[in-house]
């Protein structure tokens, strides 16, 4: 266990629902990420949140929309997918993205598949 | 921005031999540098981390060299076992909060 835990772990939708993915930490970390993973591609970082404030937003489509009530928690609201979408999504927390060298904790991921 | 290189192969040894996976990349040369290990169905572990002005860096039967000239990186396992068999990441910080990862390398060691 990495100490970072992610709901659910599989999850199926058609392309007109909504759904939300869960990650939390019990780390005490500052910064919180999500991540996509396609087959053979590298991970593709898609938003970091400090100390929960959004810092980063590499050019995700809107249909993607992240929330972080709190340091511990970090939200992944899914609306209107698109079946390229389906992949697995993988939360990340470390403790200050502001220092080089900071390692990152990995969650199990929750597999996505967009019918 | 920067890109980063693995063997898309599978790499296959023995048990018992070194594993050596390389790691090249693009456009600048970061501070650092990570490895991770990822399993069928979970996310990356954390390994190592070598900077810049470190040449070599060990932990148990793992090795990494980072060689800022080449923009490359070596990633070692000696005595490989089946367990080391996994998919390994390297990975960048970019500008602050950026991580770059390559797609890693698939590692299959036989009993």
């Known amino acids: 266990e990495t100490g970072v835990t992610q709901t659910p772990r599989h999850l199926v939708m058609g392309m007109t629902n909504k759904k939300s993915l869960k990650c939390e930490q019990h780390?005490?970390?500052?910064?919180m990420y999500w991540y996509k993973q396609s087959a053979k591609k590298p991970l593709e970082l898609m938003f970091v949140?400090?100390?929960?404030?959004?810092?980063e937003n590499n050019s995700v489509p809107s249909r993607f929309s992240p929330e972080c009530p709190n340091s511990s928690h970090l939200f992944l609201h899914l609306h209107t997918l698109q079946p390229e979408d389906s992949a697995l999504y993988l939360c990340a927390s470390s403790q200050d993205p502001t220092s080089k060298g900071d390692e990152q904790y990995f969650g199990p991921g929750t597999r996505l598949t967009v019918t | 921005s920067q890109k980063i290189e693995q063997n898309s192969e599978a790499l296959n040894i023995q048990e018992g031999k070194t594993a050596t996976l390389t790691c090249n990349y693009t456009n600048y040369s970061p501070a650092y540098l990570q490895w991770y290990r990822q399993d069928p169905g979970r996310g990356p572990v954390f390994l190592l981390l070598?900077?810049?002005?470190?040449k070599e860096k060990r932990k148990e039967r793992l090795k990494v060299t980072f060689d800022t000239t080449l923009k490359q990186s070596l990633f070692h396992i000696t005595a490989s076992q089946p367990a080391d068999s996994a998919t390994y990441l390297c990975?960048?910080?970019?500008?602050?909060?950026?991580?770059?990862f390559g797609s890693g390398t698939k590692l299959n060691v036989k009993p």
């Open positions: 949140y400090s100390l929960e404030e959004r810092v």
């Open positions: 780390l005490g970390h500052n910064a």
């Open positions: 990975a960048l910080q970019g500008v602050l909060n950026k991580f770059y």
């Open positions: 070598i900077r810049e002005n470190e």
